[in-house]
Structures are given as C-alpha cells and as structure tokens.
C-alpha cells in the first residue's frame, strides 16, 4: 500500500481541496473535483476514471468497503482529521469516511457512443447544478447514451450536481460545449457516417404530443433552460419538437423533470418495440 500522508491542519492542500467545492475556475485549471459516497466513489473506480487521492477519517476503523478502497486503488492517501474531512465533504456535525480526488476527462462530443439504437439528451443553460445531476442520473436509469451540457450554465462537476446524480455522472458520458456550432457539426458528422440522428425539442407548444412522436429512432433530445426553455439558435436546429400533455393548474413541469418525463417515453417505446420484435418486410 502508498505511504499514508497525514493532514491535521488546514495547509496549502487543504485549502487546494477545499476550493474545487465552490470554485468552478479552480476545477477546471486543476482538472479535478471531489467525490464522497460510496456509490459514486466506486462507479469511479469501476469506469476507469482517475483517482489522484483518497483522503479518508484518521482517526476512525473504516468500514470493509473503505479498507479494501485503499488497499486495491493505487493512488495518494491522505489520512486527514474528521472536522477537515467534514468541511470537505460539506458536513456540519459527521465526516464522510472517504472522499476522492478524481480527474476530469475531456469535453469531447466523441466520447459519446452513436449507434442505431442512440438516444442522448442535450441541456440548454442550465442555471442549477442539480437539475444537471438529475438529467444525468435520468439519462442513465433510461438508457441513454451520454448527455450534453450547452452554452453559459452551472458546472457538472459542481458538488451539487456530482451528489444528485448519484454516480451516474461515471457511468454515462457528460460533455460540456459552449454553443450549438460545435453539436451542429458533430451531428452533421454523425449523419454523413451514415447515422441519422434526429433532434428533439421540448416544448409546450410542440408539433406533437410526446406519445405521438417514434422515440424508436436514434433521437438527441433537447431540453431547454429552467425559465426561458429553450434557446432561438437551439429551436432552429430541431427537426421536430414535442409537448407533455399535462392537467391542473401546472403549466410546465421543472426542466429535469421535463427531460426525465419524455426519456421515459423513450424508453417505454424502445422495450416495447423489443417485445415486438422486427417488423415484417
């Protein structure tokens, strides 16, 4: 096993640490973020993405997970004092056991599988990390392939959004790109191999109910901001776009639950079009 460094003050690195929590700028020039949970901490570890340190609770016996986390994961450990770790791990009163320092991949669209069968959701500035981790964890539970996170929004590597996607931010492609130029030209790619891939707005005055609409297709769906939907330059780029019927006094829903609600659809045609087998020719 490394040798185990030891904090108990909060020096240089902790205070490193401590600013990849609430500075965007600080994770992005680092190229890092802090994880905490086991869940997350071990879908880390089994997608292949890098671990630069584990700092753990010194003064406590860790459970087996955290014991066989530090014995089988060759990285830095750190064995740091439980108001520390609190801090790091965003606590008032209880510490996390571990938390991991874990480094950011590449914000490249080509990290993102296109197949026959593609389905990935696209979110237009999103203001709240929260509702970015929802829409991942959404995407994942639904099948999708990867999600993407436009223009001038909140971080996925915010704390708020790694925590509500509940590890799935290491299961399922996330890539940031700063405007529709870079998804127009990826698409546009993707259609000359021979992959057509249909873009999907939501909208409460869509062309279409999204029951109405074959989700079966290779589909990129785009779900737009919390308050203003979705974006001019967005809209234009969509080759169809469809509503959620809804009743009572609601209007819209919240744009995660949004995205979650039209995957789901997504979904329910896919397995029952699996059920059904191949259409006869």
Same mark, same amino acid.
């Given at each position: 096993?490394?040798?185990?460094?030891?904090?108990?003050?909060?020096?240089?690195?902790?205070?490193?640490?401590?600013? #990849?929590?609430?500075?965007?700028?600080?994770?992005?020039?680092?190229?890092? +973020?802090?994880?905490?949970?086991?869940?997350?901490?071990?879908?880390?570890?089994?997608?292949?993405?890098?671990?630069?340190?584990?700092?753990?609770?010194?003064?406590?016996?860790?459970?087996?997970?955290?014991?066989?986390?530090?014995?089988?994961?060759?990285?830095?450990?750190?064995?740091?004092?439980?108001?520390?770790?609190?801090?790091?791990?965003?606590?008032?009163?209880?510490?996390?056991?571990?938390?991991?320092?874990?480094?950011?991949?590449?914000?490249?669209?080509?990290?993102?599988?296109?197949?026959?069968?593609?389905?990935?959701?696209? +979110?237009?500035?999103?203001?709240?990390?929260?509702?970015?981790?929802?829409?991942? @964890?959404?995407?994942?539970?639904?099948?999708?392939?990867?999600?993407?996170?436009?223009?001038?929004?909140?971080?996925?590597?915010?704390?708020?959004?790694?925590?509500?996607?509940?590890?799935?931010?290491?299961?399922?492609?996330?890539? @940031?790109?700063?405007?529709?130029?870079?998804?127009?030209?990826?698409?546009?790619?993707?259609?000359?191999?021979?992959?057509?891939?249909?873009?999907?707005?939501?909208?409460?005055?869509?062309?279409?109910?999204? +029951?109405?609409?074959?989700?079966?297709?290779?589909?990129? #769906?785009?779900?737009?901001?919390?308050?203003?939907?979705?974006?001019?330059?967005?809209?234009?780029?969509?080759?169809?776009?469809?509503?959620?019927?809804?009743?009572?006094?609601?209007?819209?829903?919240?744009?995660?639950?949004?995205?979650?609600?039209?995957?789901?659809?997504?979904?329910?045609?896919?397995?029952?079009?699996?059920?059904?087998?191949?259409?006869?020719?």
């Amino acid at each position: 096993m490394p040798a185990v460094q030891r904090i108990t003050s909060r020096n240089a690195r902790f205070q490193q640490w401590q600013a #990849l929590l609430t500075n965007r700028n600080k994770r992005q020039r680092a190229g890092e +973020f802090l994880v905490q949970g086991v869940r997350p901490i071990s879908l880390a570890v089994e997608h292949g993405w890098p671990v630069r340190a584990l700092i753990f609770d010194g003064s406590r016996n860790l459970s087996r997970w955290g014991q066989e986390l530090l014995r089988t994961v060759r990285t830095e450990q750190i064995a740091m004092a439980p108001a520390l770790l609190a801090e790091l791990g965003e606590k008032n009163e209880s510490a996390p056991e571990v938390i991991a320092v874990v480094g950011m991949p590449a914000d490249d669209l080509d990290r993102i599988p296109v197949g026959d069968d593609f389905l990935g959701v696209l +979110f237009d500035r999103p203001t709240s990390p929260g509702n970015i981790g929802s829409i991942i @964890r959404s995407a994942d539970a639904f099948g999708a392939h990867g999600v993407i996170v436009a223009g001038h929004a909140a971080d996925v590597y915010d704390s708020k959004s790694v925590r509500a996607s509940t590890g799935s931010l290491f299961a399922l492609p996330a890539v @940031r790109v700063p405007a529709p130029r870079e998804v127009a030209d990826w698409v546009a790619g993707q259609r000359a191999s021979g992959r057509g891939v249909t873009l999907v707005g939501t909208d409460e005055h869509g062309d279409c109910d999204v +029951f109405d609409f074959d989700f079966t297709q290779p589909v990129l #769906l785009l779900v737009g901001n919390e308050t203003s939907g979705l974006s001019n330059a967005w809209r234009e780029l969509c080759d169809h776009t469809v509503s959620i019927p809804m009743t009572g006094a609601a209007s819209s829903l919240n744009a995660a639950n949004a995205g979650t609600a039209v995957l789901y659809e997504a979904a329910r045609q896919r397995i029952a079009a699996a059920r059904r087998g191949p259409r006869p020719v």
